[in-house]
């Protein structure tokens, strides 16, 4: 994990992969698609475990960082959330 941020009601992260850990053949799962849904669903486990009961929706969000500045501006956007929200939630924008 590179960057991540724990909200009052969502987490955003940069979960780094690598994907020369696992080559696969062209019918097989690029390694991105094989290790983000099982990060997911072992976070989200811990968590159920830890907390003893499920707190996440059932879905999530992800996005492939293609370049730098994608790289970047995510990096940003989850710097940034924590004000932001705070911000937000007392009608401050």
């Known amino acids: 994990m590179d960057k991540f941020v724990i909200m009052p009601d969502h987490i955003h992260l940069i ?3 690598d994907e020369t850990a696992a080559k696969g053949t062209s ?3 690029s ?6 849904p099982h990060f997911v669903s072992t976070f989200k486990r811990f968590c159920h475990r830890e907390i ?9 969000y992800d996005h ?5 500045q ?6 940003q956007y989850i710097e940034n959330n924590p004000r932001k929200w705070f911000l937000q939630k007392h009608n401050l924008l």
């Open 15 to 17: 979960l780094l992969v």
């Open 27 to 29: 019918r097989a799962p």
């Open 31 to 36: 390694p991105t698609n094989a290790v983000i």
């Open 52 to 60: 003893g009961e499920n707190i996440f929706q059932r879905s999530y």
């Open 64 to 68: 492939v960082i293609r370049n730098q």
């Open 70 to 75: 994608d790289y970047d501006e995510i990096w």
